[in-house]
């Protein structure tokens, strides 16, 4: 059975999720030295925070039907995990948020996880909370913040990088005048942020047997507070599986967390680069710890990169950015420039400023070297 956070309600700890059915495996937020009310506060502006927090998008299949009940069925589903998806990002965010502030989620023993079964009524677990949390838990608190596995560094906040890559600010072009939609706003050359080399194979699943293998090249991947997950540092690169075809690669991302190593797959990607999103949800990995030995040098080489408008309205441009490389590509970014009355608007390149203007249902660009240091994540999504 998976554990379960357990409360007194959600403006009583601010934590509760429900008792589990067997009492087994309860757990309760503790900090030492803490009583009940200042952990229920505590836990209160946790959750509060964590109405805010939005679940990293994954891609629905199209799955056409003729049936419009068949329709109608398959969007309740999504709407169903969706909103289980959102949930569970929000508790996440609350967990990360409560051990921030020295609150460890302790396990209870199942003399204590009985007790607070029998706690039926609102005040009868109010006591139990208050005696539960005035005894000496400070071993059991510490312990429980030590996380699973190694963090990342996190990767550095540098200019023109996005992503897995870094812009070469002395190779960017930017096309002047007459931009349509689906054409270039700009090119540039491109190089990978940081790459490592694997040392030993890193075990993501049992089923067919999937495993980043030891000598592969990873690269760094970071879209800050704008990616999922949000803040997340990741890995990324080949994970190789058996399957009818015999054994293939195909990439993966790897970011750590408290409880361990999560590793999805990107939703555009290739073994040179991944973009943002996820194709599915993130699984945790069995292995125990990433063994990488970066480079100083990119051990993937460079990328071409354009940035392309799929759209302008009289309300702003909406642009792509892709990597090219042997003939494949590689979505990384997309963004919205909104437009004022004048037609005009702006995207922030660094150290320079992308200045774009809508003239006669075309794009007019151009570079200034005005900028404030802030880059394309600074930017709403598309």
Not at 102 to 124: N, Q, R, W, Y
Not at 159 to 174: C, F, I, Q, S
Not at 241 to 267: E, H, K
Not at 338 to 349: H, K
Request: contains cysteine; neutral net charge; aromatic residues 8%.
């Amino acid at each position: 059975m998976s554990h379960r956070i357990v409360g007194l309600s959600a403006a009583v700890l601010a934590l509760a999720m429900a008792l589990p059915a067997s009492a087994k495996d309860a757990q309760v937020f503790a900090k030492s030295g803490v009583g009940r009310a200042e952990t229920q506060a505590q836990g209160q502006q946790c959750w509060d925070e964590a109405r805010g927090v939005k679940a990293p998008g994954a891609t629905v299949p199209y799955m056409p039907s003729t049936s419009v009940a068949a329709a109608a069925g398959a969007g309740l589903a999504i709407g169903i995990v969706q909103g289980y998806v959102q949930a569970k990002a929000q508790g996440v965010y609350v967990d990360d948020c409560m051990r921030q502030h020295g609150f460890g989620k302790i396990t209870l023993t199942p003399d204590e996880a009985a007790g607070l079964a029998a706690a039926k009524s609102p005040e009868a677990r109010s006591a139990w909370f208050e005696s539960f949390l005035t005894r000496d838990l400070s071993a059991r608190v510490a312990a429980a913040l030590i996380p699973a596995v190694p963090a990342f560094a996190p990767a550095a906040a540098e200019p023109y990088a996005v992503g897995g890559l870094r812009l070469d600010p002395a190779t960017v072009k930017a096309y002047a005048f007459g931009i349509l939609p689906n054409q270039t706003v700009l090119t540039a050359t491109a190089t990978h942020r940081r790459t490592a080399v694997l040392k030993a194979d890193f075990p993501v699943a049992s089923l067919l047997d999937q495993r980043a293998e030891a000598g592969a090249v990873f690269h760094q991947v970071s879209y800050g507070a704008t990616g999922a997950p949000a803040g997340a540092t990741a890995w990324c690169g080949p994970v190789a599986n058996n399957s009818i075809r015999g054994r293939i690669t195909m990439p993966f991302c790897i970011w750590s967390t408290f409880d361990g190593y999560r590793v999805a797959q990107p939703l555009s990607a290739e073994s040179w680069l991944a973009g943002a999103g996820s194709a599915g949800q993130p699984v945790m990995a069995p292995a125990s710890e990433l063994l990488l030995e970066e480079s100083d040098r990119d051990l993937l080489g460079p990328m071409e990169v354009s940035l392309n408008l799929t759209r302008l309205t009289k309300a702003g441009a909406f642009l792509q950015a892709v990597a090219a490389r042997d003939g494949k590509k590689v979505v990384f970014w997309e963004g919205f420039v909104a437009l004022n009355a004048e037609g005009r608007g702006e995207l922030p390149f660094w150290r320079q400023r992308l200045r774009i203007a809508r003239v006669e249902g075309a794009l007019r660009a151009s570079l200034t070297d005005d900028g404030d240091g802030k880059g394309w994540l600074d930017r709403p999504a598309a």
